[in-house]
Structure formats: C-alpha cells, structure tokens
C-alpha cells in the first residue's frame, strides 16, 4: 500500500521529534525546520519564507504544522516577525500544492486566561482543598477563545485562518491546542499534574488526526492526558477523531 506523505514543520523540536520518531514506519514522514532532524529527511529552510518552504509541499498528503517560536512570554514582535508569518505561510503553501490536510499545532494559551479564575487557578498551584476532581467544570472547545499574551493570540489566530482556508478552499484544518508535552513526560510542577500530556498520548491524539475521514472538515482539539485534575474538555476529540488517552499525570504523584 502507497503510504501517506507527511510533512512536519518544525520536525527538529521536541514534539516535531516525537512524532517522526512514532510516525516515521508507518507514513512516509519528512520535515522542514531551520535545522535537520536526526529522525526524518528535512528541507532546512524558514518558514517565514513562503518561497523557501514551497519545495517542501509538493506532492504532500498531510501536513504537521508545528514551526514556530514556542515562548509563551514572547513579544508581540517577535510574535509579527515569527509566529503569525510562519503559520499564514503553511497554510498558503499547503493550499498552492494541493495538501489536503493541515494539523496545527495550537496551545492551551488560546484560553490561558482561564487560569487566572477558580477552580482552575487553585488547581494550577497545586492546592486542591475542597475540590473534587470530578466536579471541576471543564473548559471545552467551543468556549469563547481567552488567550493570554500574543503567543496565545497567535494560536486563535491559526485556528482562524485554518477555518478561512477550510471554508474557502476546502481544506481539512485540525488544531490541537497542546497542554504540556515536556522532555520528561511527567509533570515537573503543580500544574503539569493538570495539563500533562504523555508522548504516547500525543502521538495517538496526532495519529488519530492524520487517520480521521477528509470529510472532517475542521476540529479543535485539547491535547491533553487523562489526568484526575485535568480542566479541559476532551468528549469532541473522542467523538470526532477517537482519541481515548491512556495516561494519567497521578501516576507520578
Ligand atoms: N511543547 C509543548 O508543551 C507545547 C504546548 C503547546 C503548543 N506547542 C506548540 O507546538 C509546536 C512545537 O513546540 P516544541 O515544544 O516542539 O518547540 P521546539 O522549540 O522544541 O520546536 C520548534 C521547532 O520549530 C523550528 N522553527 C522555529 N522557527 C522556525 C522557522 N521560522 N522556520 C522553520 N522552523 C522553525 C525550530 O528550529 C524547532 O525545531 C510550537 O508551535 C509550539 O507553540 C508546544
């Protein structure tokens, strides 16, 4: 059988790594970044660049958009200069070469907000008196956005545009807001007992995005394990695309 051909821009990072390193037997996983992944064959090249990265598109099924400077406190120009450029070239680049699907990957600081408000900010800390795991509301997916600095903003920012791209030029557009995927994959503090989601977790929730129907238009997702203090709403992902996550972050308690 022909494999898919996936392309995973900024392959060379920690979640880009994970994933070519779980994905790269069963489709046939290539990579763009400004360096080269030791897993996958990779285009160096800057996603800021549209011309540069073009070559990195043609003949591509699906694509992983993970490019981007992940620094959640980042200024706003850094911001202009990198994130929203990187992001609005993917997707022009993905529909120019006919890319049938594009999975962003977005962050829980699309609704980071959210944790400056209890229940959620007690849980961040760690202090969980009075509170019952299973009685805390969960934020879901189709709450207003709340982002939390223009990191945040440039996330709802890609999910937008990859709903513009959908409806206009019917491309399939995934977002995965990510809680926490760290080099350990165990949480480190308080709040990763929370937001944690482990390697495996992740590369079923990605897997599972690149096998859902292409009628699947547009889905966004939390990613996230199964953790007992979990806040973020995960029933869409099982209905949409089947993610079941198998970890809990209590293990490590
Ligand atoms: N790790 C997490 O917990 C987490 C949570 C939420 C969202 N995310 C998002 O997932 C993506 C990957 O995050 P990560 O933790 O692997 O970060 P990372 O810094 O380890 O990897 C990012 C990769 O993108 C590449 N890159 C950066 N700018 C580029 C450009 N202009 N052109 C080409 N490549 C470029 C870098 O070289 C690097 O290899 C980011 O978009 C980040 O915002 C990560």
Redesign the pocket.
Same mark, same amino acid.
């Given at each position: 059988m022909v494999k898919k051909k996936i392309l995973i821009? &900024?392959?060379? #990072?920690? !979640? #880009?790594?994970v994933l070519a390193v779980a994905l790269k037997d069963e489709y046939e996983v290539t990579g !763009? @970044? *400004?360096?080269n992944s030791i897993y996958v064959p990779t285009i160096k $090249? @800057?996603?800021?660049i549209l011309e540069n990265?073009m070559p990195a598109f043609s003949g591509i099924d699906m694509v992983i @958009? *993970? $490019?981007?400077?992940?620094d959640q406190y980042s200024k706003w120009e850094v911001i202009h200069d =990198?994130?929203l %450029?990187?992001t609005s070239n993917v997707l022009e680049a993905a529909k120019e070469c006919g890319v049938k699907r594009v999975i962003f $990957?977005?962050?829980?600081?699309a609704t980071g907000m959210h944790e400056f408000d209890w229940p959620y900010s007690q849980i961040i800390e760690g202090d969980y008196a009075g509170l019952k795991s299973n009685q805390i509301p969960l934020i879901s997916t189709d709450m207003p956005v709340r982002p939390d600095g223009p990191?945040g903003i440039a %996330?709802v920012f890609g999910e937008a545009a990859g709903k513009f791209y959908s409806d206009q030029y019917g491309l399939s557009s995934l977002s995965v807001? =990510? &809680?926490?995927?760290?080099a350990e994959g165990k949480p480190i503090n308080h709040r990763q007992f929370a937001t944690l989601?482990s390697h495996s977790d992740l590369v079923q929730l990605f897997r599972k995005c690149i096998q859902a129907p292409l009628t699947l238009k547009y889905g966004i997702y939390y #990613?996230v394990s199964n953790n007992k203090w979990r806040f973020w709403d995960i029933k869409n992902s099982e209905s949409d695309i089947g993610y079941k996550p198998q970890d809990n972050a209590e293990i490590w308690r």
């Open positions: 821009t &900024g392959v060379s #990072g920690l !979640v #880009g790594s !763009v @970044d *400004l360096e $090249a @800057d996603c800021t990265i @958009d *993970l $490019a981007s400077n992940p =990198i994130n %450029k990187c $990957a977005s962050s829980n600081h990191y %996330k807001r =990510i &809680g926490t995927l760290n989601i #990613g």
